[in-house]
């Protein structure tokens, strides 16, 4: 059961990395400084994430982040700069939750760690993507803090159910997953007329030359 709940929070600190990495890092780090949480003898090796150079990188490298994944295609780009370094950063964190493992856990671990990153990754870039075809930024703002809040509440249920909080992230997956084709469809489709609009004519009156 120990080992179930190890695996439970390594890849729950792996999706939530996947989302935002920065946050989950500062916030995880503040919360075992400052004595929020108590760690239990089989998390120890988290304590780490509690030094003050860690929580100040993390912050500086999230407060960079909590402005521009709220700016129209900015965040896009960041997302795709993000591609390799969220799924290593899980795969990091799971790794670091399970202390000194026996070798082969550990790669099993971290391969999972770094897929469930992945795939939590490409869930939020695809949705921006989608939500960048729309010219008003209040959607962009409102998808920003809605992921923080999400990473946020992870966190919170991870301390104290992992198991629960586990199954939530890939129902949550499960669901994206689902909804994947009709947001790709919508999105070609927004595409196509932006494309179709550049490419006519500013006066029709006018012949093209």
Known sequence: ????????????????????????????????????????????????????????????????????????????????????????????????????????FTVIVALLAGGTSLITHAAKAGTRLASNTSPEPVTNIGLSLGEDAAVLGGLTLMHFNPLLALIIFLAAIGIFFYFARRILRSMKRKLGMARKKLEEPADRNVPVQ
């Open 1 to 104: 059961m120990e080992r179930l709940d190890l695996l439970a929070v390594a890849l729950g600190l792996a999706a939530l990395a996947g989302v935002n990495l920065y946050l989950t890092v500062f916030a995880t780090g503040l919360a075992i400084h400052f004595h929020w949480i108590n760690l239990a003898p089989q998390y120890q090796s988290l304590e780490v994430l509690g030094n003050p150079w860690i929580i100040g990188i993390a912050g500086v490298l999230y407060l960079l982040e909590f402005f521009a994944d709220k700016i129209p295609w900015v965040d896009s780009i960041w997302d795709a700069v993000h591609t390799v370094i969220r799924p290593i950063g899980g795969a990091l964190l799971a790794i670091q939750v399970l202390g000194h493992p026996s070798p082969v």
